[in-house]
C-alpha cells in the first residue's frame, strides 16, 4: 500500500473548498438578469381546481410571469414519468396515473405544483404567490397505507381502481403455504415501516438559463445523476433535445436519494426560462423540502415464518402494502418490489419466500428511493421477525441467526429470490460484532442497570443487500427503461497531469479522493497530479449517476479499466522510444522498463510522447486519453452485522444508545476513512428512523410533520460515538473487489435499535419511531 | 412596506461593508446575495439546522434568525474570515484532518458553532459537551462521530495543543 493509493486513509482532497466557504451549490450560483420563481402548492390534499385567477398576482410589482399547467400543456411539455414498469397479477403493467408538473384541473397532494410565479426578486414572486387566487373543489383525502385500497375509499385517479398501483406477487404461493401447514411452528409479526422524509441538508434548488442564440437550455441542479436528469427531461419531458440541454449538478449538499428523481420544479424552471427569456432561479425552503421532496419507506406488513423443531426457517411468507404517494415517482414502482422482495432472503437459507406486494396511492407526496431504498424495510421486517422467532422457539437471537446463516461454502448462493449472493461470511461478521459489543457481558451490564432502575436492552441485525447497481440485462429484464453500467474517461494532458471524468456524481461520498485513489494506485501519478471531474453533461461522457452504493463498484471499475488501456497504450509507445520489443516492456509505479535493464521512462514522458509524437510507433494515435464503460455481471451484496445496546428509563421512555458494533463486508476498502464515515452516517440515519423521525400525514392529508420543529431528525445528543470494524470477503464478479458502504447503516440500524428496545422491555414489538412516548407506554403495557 | 430600503453598514470578516436592504430582509440574505459570502448555508427556516450560523460581535447567531438590520454597526465573522491566507484555521484543519464532513453543506455552520463552543467552553472538551452543544446544528451525512472528534481536536489546537 501506498501512502495515497489503494486502502490509504488519504484526507480528502475535495474538503478544503467546503471548509473555507467555496463550495459551490446551486443556490450560489447567481447569473445576470436572473428572475426567482415561487410555487404557488395546494393547500388541500384532493381537491378539483375550478379556476386560477393570477390577474392580481401578474400585475404586482416585479412579476415578469404567472404560468399554469395550461400554459405548459399548451407547449407540450411533460408529464413527468416512472422509469420502471411493475407487471401486476392481472397481467397488466402498474396503473400510471398522469403527473403533470404543474396542476391539470386536479391537485392530489398538499403541496403539489399548482403555478409559478416569476418575479425580480424572491421576495416579490412570494408576495405575488399568495395573490394567485384558486377556487377549488375539495373533495375527501385518502392517506392510510394500510386503508387506501378498502372498500369505500375515496377514488383518487380514475386510471387506478381502489386507488391500487399493482398488486405484485412473486414465489411459490403454494409451495409457501404447504410448508406452513407441515410446520413445528409459525412465528408472525405485524409491523410497520414509517414514512421518512430524506432530508439531505440542502434544500433542492434549479437554476435555467437559456440561450437563444445557439437554443441551448443550461439547467443547474440538486441532481445525482445529471445524465439521468437530461435524458427523462429530453427524451420524455420534451424540455429540449439532448445535444441542447445541459445539465449540471454543482457540489451538492447531500442526496440520500432524494436528488435522483425528476422533479416538477426541475422541469417548470427549464421550461419557463425559455419560455421568458430570461433565467430563472428557484431554491425550495425547507418546508416546500417536506411537502414536495419525494418521501421514503411507509410500508405495513405482515411477515411470517414457518420453522422446523430446530428452529429452522422452511418458509417465508410477507404481506406488504405499501404507499406510493399521489403520483409515481422517477423510480417510485421498483422501490417496493425488485428492491424490497428480492432482499426477503437476507442472510438466511430459507428454500422458500412468498411475498405480496400491493402498491396503494394517497394523497401524499410521491414516495420513492431514500437511502437503502426497499433494502430497508426488507431487512427490518426480516430481522425484527428472526427475533420474534428466536422468542417463539426459545434460542438466543444469535443463536438462531447461526442456525439460518447461508454457510460460507455455498456461495454464490443462489436465493429462492432471483438474486445471487456473491461472497460472504455472515458467522465471521456475526462473531467480531458480538466481541465487539461484549455479548457475553451484557447480563451483568443489564443486571447493574437494573440496580440503577433502568432496563438495558441489546439486539442484533444481521443485514445483506444488493449494491453495484446494477446489470443493465437484468435491469431491462425486470421492466427498467435504462442500462445501469458506468463510464469513466481517463486522459492526461501533455504535462503530465491527470484529468479523470466519471459518470457517477458525488454528493458527499468523497469520489474526488477515492477515485484519485485508485488512479494514483494503477498509474503511479502523484495525488495531486490527478482531478475528478463529475457532474456537468458538457464536461463528461454519459453516465448514470450515483445511487444505490454503484460508485465505486461500477463507476470504479471503469476508471481502471481506462487506465488499463492507458497502460497497454503507453507499452507501445514506451517500446518505440526505449528501442525495445512491447512484450518486454513493464509498467509498474508509474515508469515503463525494459525488463531486465536500467531502460525505462516515467508515465509523463510518455504522455509527452503521445502529444508530441516527433518520434512515435507507426500505427499508434496521438494523444493519452481514454474511454472505458463497465457493465457489471452481477450485483454486489454487501452484508454484516450490527448490535445495539440501549438503556431505557422506563419511567420517562427516555431511551439512550450505550453502545453501537457495527461489522461489515464491503469487500476492499479503498479509503477506509471514507468508509468509515459513510457507516458513521448510515447509522444514524438508520437510528433516526428508528427513534425519532416519523412523517405524519393527518386524516385531511395535512403534513403535520413538515419542519425540523415537527420532524425529528437526529442530532449529535442524540447519538453515541460508534464502534464499527470490517469482515471482508472477495467478492468475485467484481474486478476491485468492492461491494459498496453508502446505505449498510441505514438498512442494517433500525431493526438492530428495535430489537435491542424490544429485548429492554420485555416486550413482542414496539413499531417505529421508538420515541420516548411510544417507549414509555409500551412499558406500561408491559408492566 | 417591503419596498422601504433602509441602510446598513457593518463590519464583515474585518471590512467595513454597507449596503441596502428591505425590512425583511435576513442577515443571511444579506451576506449570500448581496455580499456574495455563499458560504453561509440556509438549511431551514425555523432556526433549527445551524447551517446559517455566524459570529456576531463575537457570539455564534443563526444568521436566518436576524434581519439584517439588527445587524447594523455590529462585527460579523463568517466562514470567509477564518483562514490566515492559504492556512486553515486549527478549526478547519481538524474538521479536514477527522473526516468531519461529507457533503460540505452543514460544515461553515458547524465550525463557527465549534468555535463558539471553544469560545465559551475552553479547549479541553469533552465529548458530552460538544454533543451537547452541537444540538442546533444539524447533519445528514456524518452522524456526528467525527464531527465531534474534530470540534474536540480543533479546542485543542487551538490551545497550542494539536
Request: hydrophobic fraction near 40%.
Amino acid at each position: 500500500m501506498t501512502e495515497f493509493g489503494i486502502g490509504a486513509s488519504v484526507k480528502r482532497k475535495e474538503d478544503r473548498r467546503f471548509l473555507l466557504g467555496k463550495g459551490r451549490y446551486t443556490d450560489d450560483i447567481n447569473v445576470a438578469g436572473q428572475t426567482h420563481a415561487v410555487f404557488v402548492r395546494s393547500p388541500h390534499a384532493h381537491a378539483a381546481i375550478k379556476s386560477i385567477d393570477s390577474s392580481q398576482a401578474e400585475s404586482a410589482p416585479g412579476v415578469v410571469a404567472v404560468l399554469t399547467g395550461e400554459d405548459l400543456a399548451a407547449d407540450g411539455i411533460g408529464p413527468l414519468i416512472c422509469g420502471v414498469t411493475v407487471t401486476g397479477d392481472d397481467g397488466e403493467p402498474h396503473k400510471a396515473p398522469l403527473h403533470p408538473a404543474l396542476a391539470q384541473g386536479k391537485v392530489n397532494y398538499v403541496g403539489d405544483h399548482v403555478a409559478v410565479v416569476i418575479a425580480e426578486t424572491v421576495g416579490q414572486a412570494r408576495d405575488a404567490a399568495e395573490l394567485v387566487d384558486v377556487d377549488y373543489d375539495v373533495l375527501p383525502a385518502v392517506t392510510s397505507t394500510a386503508e387506501a385500497a378498502e372498500s369505500g375509499q375515496q377514488q383518487i385517479h380514475e386510471v387506478a381502481p381502489n386507488n391500487v398501483c399493482f398488486n405484485w406477487p412473486f414465489g411459490d404461493k403454494e409451495a409457501v403455504q404447504a410448508a406452513f401447514e407441515s410446520a413445528h411452528k409459525v412465528s408472525s409479526l405485524d409491523l410497520v415501516n414509517n414514512r421518512m422524509v430524506t432530508n439531505p441538508m440542502e434544500p433542492r434548488a434549479a437554476l435555467g438559463e437559456f440561450n437563444s442564440g445557439t437554443d441551448e437550455i443550461t439547467l443547474h441542479l440538486t441532481t445525482q445523476n445529471p445524465h439521468v436528469h437530461r435524458l427523462v427531461l429530453s427524451a420524455f419531458n420534451q424540455l429540449a433535445p439532448e445535444h441542447k440541454l445541459r445539465v449540471v449538478g454543482p457540489d451538492v449538499g447531500g442526496g440520500f436519494g432524494a436528488k435522483i428523481f425528476v422533479y416538477a420544479e426541475e422541469l417548470v424552471v427549464g421550461w419557463a426560462c425559455r419560455k421568458i427569456n430570461r433565467p430563472v432561479k428557484w431554491t425550495a425552503d425547507r418546508t416546500e423540502a417536506f411537502l414536495a421532496d419525494a418521501h421514503g419507506r411507509d410500508h405495513v406488513s405482515l411477515a411470517e415464518m414457518a420453522m422446523d423443531e430446530n428452529g429452522k426457517f422452511l418458509a417465508l411468507r410477507v404481506h406488504t402494502k405499501a404507499n406510493l404517494g399521489a403520483y409515481l415517482s422517477t423510480f417510485g414502482t421498483m422501490v417496493p418490489s425488485y428492491l424490497y422482495a428480492f432482499l426477503l432472503a437476507g442472510q438466511y437459507a430459507t428454500p422458500l419466500i412468498y411475498s405480496e406486494v400491493k402498491a396503494v396511492f394517497t394523497n401524499t407526496a410521491p414516495v420513492d428511493a431514500s437511502r437503502g431504498a426497499g433494502r430497508p424495510e426488507a431487512t427490518y421486517l426480516l430481522e425484527r421477525l428472526v427475533d420474534i422467532c428466536a422468542a417463539d422457539m426459545g434460542l438466543d437471537p444469535a443463536e438462531i441467526r447461526r442456525r439460518n446463516f447461508i454457510p460460507i461454502d455455498a456461495f454464490p448462493y443462489q436465493t429462492p429470490v432471483v438474486q445471487c449472493y456473491d461472497s460472504g461470511d455472515y458467522n465471521a461478521a456475526l462473531d467480531k460484532a458480538i466481541e465487539l459489543a461484549d455479548y457475553a457481558g451484557f447480563a451483568a451490564r443489564a443486571e447493574e442497570a437494573k440496580s440503577r432502575g433502568k432496563r438495558r436492552g441489546i439486539g442484533i441485525s444481521s443485514y445483506v443487500e444488493a449494491c453495484g447497481i446494477a446489470p443493465s440485462a437484468a435491469v431491462g429484464q425486470l421492466g427498467g427503461g435504462v442500462g445501469l453500467w458506468e463510464s469513466a474517461q481517463v486522459r492526461f494532458n501533455p504535462t503530465g497531469n491527470v484529468q479523470v471524468f466519471t459518470g457517477t456524481h458525488s454528493h458527499g461520498q468523497g469520489h474526488e479522493t477515492t477515485f484519485a485513489q485508485l488512479v494514483c494506485d494503477q498509474l503511479g501519478v502523484p495525488i495531486e497530479n490527478i482531478e475528478v471531474i463529475h457532474g456537468d453533461t458538457a464536461k463528461t461522457q454519459f453516465g448514470m449517476g450515483t445511487y444505490g452504493s454503484r460508485s465505486l463498484a461500477v463507476g470504479g471499475v471503469a476508471i481502471a479499466k481506462a487506465c488499463e488501456k492507458l497502460i497497454a497504450k503507453g507499452k507501445k509507445i514506451a517500446a518505440h522510444a526505449l528501442e525495445a520489443a512491447e512484450g518486454d516492456i513493464e509498467f509498474a509505479d508509474g515508469s515503463f522498463s525494459v525488463a531486465g535493464t536500467d531502460k525505462a521512462m516515467s508515465i509523463g514522458e510518455v504522455a509527452f510522447n503521445a502529444y508530441v509524437p516527433h518520434s512515435y510507433p507507426e500505427g499508434v494515435e496521438p494523444g493519452f486519453d481514454e474511454n472505458a464503460f463497465f457493465d457489471p455481471t452481477n450485483f454486489s451484496f454487501p452484508a454484516g452485522t450490527h448490535i445495539c445496546e440501549v438503556e431505557v428509563d422506563p419511567d420517562t421512555g427516555v431511551t439512550e444508545i450505550v453502545k453501537y458494533s457495527a461489522v461489515d463486508d464491503f469487500g476492499r476498502l479503498i479509503n477506509p476513512m471514507i468508509v468509515e464515515g459513510q457507516v458513521h452516517g448510515g447509522i444514524a440515519h438508520g437510528v433516526g428512523q428508528a427513534m425519532l423521525e416519523g412523517c405524519h400525514y393527518d386524516s385531511d392529508g395535512q403534513l403535520i410533520t413538515a419542519s425540523f420543529m415537527d420532524y425529528a431528525m437526529p442530532r449529535a445528543d442524540n447519538l453515541p460515538s460508534f464502534d464499527v470494524d470490517y469482515a471482508p470477503t472477495d467478492p468475485p464478479d467484481n474486478p476491485l473487489g468492492v461491494k459498496g458502504c453508502g446505505e449498510a447503516g441505514a438498512i442494517g440500524a433500525p431493526p438492530a435499535v428495535i430489537n435491542a428496545i424490544v429485548n429492554a422491555l420485555g416486550v413482542r414489538h414496539i413499531d417505529m419511531p421508538a420515541t420516548p412516548e411510544n417507549v414509555w407506554r409500551a412499558a406500561r403495557s408491559a408492566a | 412596506m417591503a419596498n422601504n430600503k433602509i441602510n446598513v453598514s457593518l463590519s464583515v470578516n474585518g471590512k467595513a461593508v454597507s449596503g441596502e436592504v428591505e425590512s425583511r430582509t435576513l442577515l443571511v440574505q444579506f451576506l449570500r446575495e448581496q455580499l456574495g459570502l455563499t458560504g453561509t448555508h440556509i438549511g431551514c427556516d425555523t432556526s433549527q439546522c445551524g447551517a446559517c450560523v455566524v459570529h456576531m460581535d463575537g457570539k455564534s447567531v443563526k444568521a436566518c434568525t436576524l434581519l439584517a438590520v439588527q445587524a447594523d454597526g455590529s462585527e460579523v465573522t463568517t466562514i470567509e474570515g477564518l483562514a490566515q491566507g492559504a492556512e486553515l484555521h486549527p478549526m478547519q484543519q481538524a474538521f479536514m484532518d477527522n473526516h468531519g464532513l461529507q457533503c460540505g453543506f452543514c460544515t461553515p455552520g458547524m465550525i463557527m458553532t465549534a468555535l463558539d463552543i471553544v469560545n465559551r467552553n475552553g479547549n479541553e472538551l469533552d465529548e458530552a459537551t460538544v454533543r451537547k452543544e452541537l444540538e442546533g446544528n444539524i447533519c445528514r451525512c456524518t452522524g456526528y462521530h467525527n464531527i465531534v472528534k474534530s470540534v474536540q481536536a480543533g479546542a485543542k489546537a487551538m490551545g497550542g495543543n494539536s
